[in-house]
């Protein structure tokens, strides 16, 4: 049980910082699409509980290979620049704070997304494979089966248990707000994801005409 708590709180605390997935989620709470933003952060949820299990377990190896990376650093990009775009230039839909009827379908597609945006970051198993490294080193967790297993599955509760803080937030404070200030709000959101696509982008092309 202690594994299951550390890996809670460090999954809790290190997502926290703000990130391309916290600002899809955010972007998405925004518009009233409270489902579709909790997927998003459950798919990164379900990628940290793969990775950290990779980690502890040793075998961080197995998920890195170069093609599956370069496939879904190429799709985030392109989501990120043309959702960027679409919300930065676009017309938004009229906002409103009744149930959105387009908040229900599209779960594994949002789910799926999540998982995409986590993948294509390489520093994410690099990460564990240090936190992993430490709390065996310190002797935190054990390296056992069990321990493993809370520890992983810890971090991906404390890693939604994040993003439900986080939607909650916004969902109070977006009561406060007119429509006008949401809207310039969803605005300078798509403007920085359309940043954070640009710089996927221009990384991608160094990496790949360094080759």
Known sequence: MIAFIVGF????????PI??????????ALRNHTAQALMIGVGSAFMDVIYCAAAVFGIGSLISHPSLELTFRISTFLI???????????KLPETHFQPNEEDT?????YFLLGMAMYFSNPSFLAYWITIGGIVHGYHIIQPTLLDNSLFAL???VGVTGWFFTLVELVEKQKVKFEIDRIRKITR?????L????????WNLFKDLWGK
């Open 80 to 90: 990120f620049f043309i959702y960027g775009l679409k919300t930065t230039f676009g």
């Open 19 to 28: 990130g391309p997935i916290n600002l899809a989620v955010v972007m998405k």
């Open 154 to 156: 810890g971090t991906g």
């Open 9 to 16: 709180i460090i999954g809790y605390l290190t997502t926290i």
């Open 194 to 201: 359309l940043i954070v696509g640009s710089v996927l982008g």
């Open 105 to 109: 379908p599209g779960f594994k597609r």
């Open 188 to 192: 300078f959101f798509g403007l920085l």
